[in-house]
Nanobody
Framework: QVQLVESGGGLVQAGGSLRLSCVSSRSLFTIGAMGWFRQAPGKQRELVATITSSSSTNYADSVKGRFAVSRDNAKNTVYLQMNSLKPEDTAVYYC???????????????WGQGTQVTVSS
C-alpha cells in the first residue's frame, strides 16, 4: 500500500502554468510506475502522463509538448509541470502508483485524493 498526497492545484488563467506535486509514502524505486490522471465534470477519468521507475515517460496526445512529468527520488516526489494551460485542462488531477500495466489500464492500486486545477479563459 502506498499513500499519495497531491498538492499544487489552483486557479490560473489560460496560457499560464502550474506545477503539481505528489509525495509518496514509499520510495519511488519500489514502485513500478507513477501516473497522473484527470477527471473533468461529466467526463471519464483519463491518463495524462506516466513515469516509470527508470524515468521513462509517456503522455496523452492532448498534453504533449505542454506538460512534463518528472521525479525526485530523494524526496519520493513526482511532479507534473503544466504549461500553456487551456480551459479544457480544467479537472481534478489525481496521482496514482502501481504496476505500469495497471497504471496504463487505468486501474492502479493506489490513488491520491486529487487536486483541483481550474483554467479560466
Amino acid at each position: 500500500q502506498v499513500q499519495l498526497v497531491e498538492s499544487g492545484g489552483g486557479l490560473v488563467q489560460a496560457g499560464g502554468s502550474l506545477r503539481l506535486s505528489c509525495v509518496s509514502s514509499r520510495s519511488l524505486f519500489t514502485i513500478g510506475a507513477m501516473g497522473w490522471f484527470r477527471q473533468a465534470p461529466g467526463k471519464q477519468r483519463e491518463l495524462v502522463a506516466t513515469i516509470t521507475s527508470s524515468s521513462s515517460t509517456n503522455y496523452a496526445d492532448s498534453v504533449k509538448g505542454r506538460f512534463a512529468v518528472s521525479r525526485d527520488n530523494a524526496k519520493n516526489t513526482v511532479y507534473l509541470q503544466m504549461n500553456s494551460l487551456k480551459p479544457e485542462d480544467t479537472a481534478v488531477y489525481y496521482c496514482a502508483a502501481g504496476l505500469l500495466s495497471r497504471v496504463l489500464a487505468g486501474t492502479p492500486a493506489n490513488w491520491g485524493q486529487g487536486t483541483q486545477v481550474t483554467v479560466s479563459s
